[in-house]
Nanobody, 115 residues
Framework: QVQFVESGGGLVQAGGSLRLSCSAS????????MGWYRQAPGNARELVAS???????NYADSVKGRFTIFKNNAKNTLFLQMNSLRPEDTAVYYC?????????WGQGTQVTVSS
């Protein structure tokens, strides 16, 4: 099973930017969609951005225009560029394939946005 390791989180002021990275232990070519998820305390995990194997992207309305998902297939790495961050973006961010019945989650990376 492919394992994912997320990095790049941190503490940033509102309006700032961060770039998250996700490294996969194996090939992700078998997945039709890869995505970035986030989970804030007390909330369910939500999908915020996804990218297809062909490069098509989709975003949750809450991040549209501010976040950009992209990937480096050669290095099996997924990225999330986050701009104009808001306090409500504070959460643990995870990457994973989209649509798996029983996904295995990594540790995630904490993003904290101060007001």
């Amino acid at each position: 099973q492919v394992q994912f390791v997320e990095s790049g989180g941190g503490l940033v002021q509102a309006g700032g930017s961060l770039r998250l990275s996700c490294s996969a232990s194996g090939s992700t070519f078998s997945f039709n969609y890869m995505g970035w998820y986030r989970q804030a305390p007390g909330n369910a995990r939500e999908l915020v951005a996804s990218i297809s194997s062909g490069g098509s992207t989709n975003y949750a309305d809450s991040v549209k225009g501010r976040f950009t998902i992209f990937k480096n297939n050669a290095k099996n790495t997924l990225f999330l560029q986050m701009n104009s961050l808001r306090p409500e973006d504070t959460a643990v961010y995870y990457c994973n394939a989209v649509g798996l019945l029983s996904p295995s989650w990594g540790q995630g990376t904490q993003v904290t946005v101060s007001s």
